[in-house]
């Protein structure tokens, strides 16, 4: 498993740094990628699920772009919905 923690001591190699700008991530947006990662936000990753999200959202930064602002609209919607059904007593 990997914390953001793990994360940020991993991207301060920069061998690390390099690989990932070489698959199109820049490593300045690794909370983004983590939290897109972390689907159950339990702050752990597995560590196949970390490589294949990075192989998923490699390419331009747009792309890693456009799938956190999906990550940020889902989270809003939830709330919603929560504070919905709290008024509504459900």
């Not at 301060?12 to 199109?24: A, K, N, P, T, Y």
């Not at 772009?65 to 929560?82: A, C, F, N, T």
Request: with cysteine; aromatic share 8%.
């Amino acid at each position: 498993m990997v914390t953001f923690a793990d994360l940020e001591d991993f991207l301060e190699d920069d061998g690390v740094h390099r690989q990932f700008l070489l698959i199109g991530i820049d490593p300045q947006s690794a909370w983004m990628l983590f939290m897109l990662l972390d689907d159950d936000e339990s702050g752990l990753i597995d560590i196949t699920e970390f490589v294949a999200g990075c192989m998923r959202l490699r390419g331009e930064c747009q792309r890693l772009d456009l799938q956190m602002m999906m990550y940020e609209m889902m989270r809003k919607l939830d709330g919603l919905e929560r504070a919905m059904q709290r008024k509504l007593g459900g």
